[in-house]
């Protein structure tokens, strides 16, 4: 199972909208509406932002948001804060019974 | 509330085995699929396998069948992983995770480190 692809770094300016992109195939993100998105910091564990494609866990800020089109899921973060600086996983359960990972994205608050 | 507490890694030559542990406490153990998921130093994020809540469904990443083993004690609110024939790329930091399923992990350990080196 090939990792998903997601960019490998996003900046934005504080207040700002980003959009992070993770494309895969109609094995995984296609064919399942069981796409969720990490956010890991530095050194810690991944927190779950984003599950089912565009449902946000209890505490989760509303300024994350997901969407998923064909192949493609995206990530857009809201009203950018330097606290959303941090890496951003994409993942989706495949057709083989497993968990794919897209590779991460960077995001820099500038 | 909800604790994973991962322990079991360290150093070992390659061709060795290590058995990983996960203790869970905060919820009903019994009652959800977890998860071992690990990420090499500067890498992203690897799925290494599920196990059911029951333990009778597991599946594993390509990168580890036939040399990993997901097992678990639900009396002892415990997940486990057996790694034998360790290689220098299974080094990594090892994360067990809760899911409703496998699809998603809405809590993480806080890893435990394996070093596969000679």
């Known amino acids: 199972q090939s990792a998903l692809t997601q960019p490998a770094s996003v900046s934005g300016s504080p207040g700002q909208s980003i959009t992070i992109s993770c494309t895969g195939t109609?094995?995984?993100?296609?064919?399942?509406?069981?796409v969720s998105w990490y956010q890991q910091h530095p050194g810690k564990a991944p927190k779950l932002l984003i599950y089912?494609?565009?449902n946000r866990p209890s505490g989760v800020s509303n300024r994350f948001s997901g969407s998923k089109s064909g192949n493609t899921a995206s990530l857009t973060i809201s009203g950018l804060q330097a606290e959303d600086e941090s890496d951003y996983y994409c993942s989706s359960y495949t057709s083989s019974t497993s968990l794919v990972f897209g590779g991460g994205t960077k995001l820099t608050v500038l | 509330q909800v604790q994973l507490v991962e322990s079991g890694g360290g150093l070992v030559k390659p061709g060795g085995s290590l058995r990983l542990s996960c203790a869970a406490s905060g919820f009903s153990f019994s009652d959800y699929y977890m998860s071992w998921i690990r990420q090499a130093p500067g890498k992203g994020l690897e799925w290494v396998s599920y196990?059911?809540?029951?333990?009778?469904?597991?599946n594993y990443a390509d990168s580890v069948k036939g040399r990993f083993t997901i097992s678990r004690d639900n009396v002892k609110s415990s997940l486990y992983l057996h790694m034998n024939t360790l290689r220098a790329e299974d080094t990594a930091i090892y994360y067990c995770?809760?899911?409703?399923?496998?699809?998603?992990?809405?809590?993480w350990g806080q890893g435990t480190l394996v070093t596969v080196s000679s």
């Open positions: 196990s059911s809540n029951s333990g009778s469904y597991r």
């Open positions: 109609s094995s995984d993100i296609g064919g399942y509406n069981y």
């Open positions: 089912d494609v565009s």
């Open positions: 995770g809760r899911g409703r399923f496998l699809e998603l992990l809405d809590y």
